[in-house]
Nanobody, 116 residues
Framework: QVQLMESGGGLVQPGGSLRLSCAAH????????MNWYRQAPGKQRELVAG???????NYADSAKGRFTISRDNAKNTVYLQMNSLKPEDTAVYYC??????????WGQGTQVTVSS
């Protein structure tokens, strides 16, 4: 059974930092491109950052310079380090696993709230 389990969300003040983690179970983690998406209330889900199995990364313009995605294949875990957080970063953050030869998987999400 495939599971993607996000953790690390919470309430943080503007300018603060959080590190999200997503632990994958039931997949050959190293074969997958891993992504972080987010969905704010009333908005569509959007891609925040992605990391390929080779370690290449891409970021939404809103995340560039503030967020860093990384992966640890030995721990089957992908991370999203978020710095200089803004109220507009408030959303549910989802982990996503993509492999060209298989289905796409999603986690249940973790809430990030940026507020003073």
């Amino acid at each position: 059974q495939v599971q993607l389990m996000e953790s690390g969300g919470g309430l943080v003040q503007p300018g603060g930092s959080l590190r999200l983690s997503c632990a994958a179970h039931g997949i050959i983690f190293s074969m997958y491109t891993m992504n972080w998406y987010r969905q704010a209330p009333g908005k569509q889900r959007e891609l925040v950052a992605g990391i390929t199995r080779a370690g290449g990364t891409n970021y939404a313009d809103s995340a560039k310079g503030r967020f860093t995605i990384s992966r640890d294949n030995a721990k089957n875990t992908v991370y999203l380090q978020m710095n200089s957080l803004k109220p507009e970063d408030t959303a549910v953050y989802y982990c996503n696993a993509v492999w060209i030869n298989g289905p796409t998987y999603w986690g249940q999400g973790t809430q990030v709230t940026v507020s003073s």
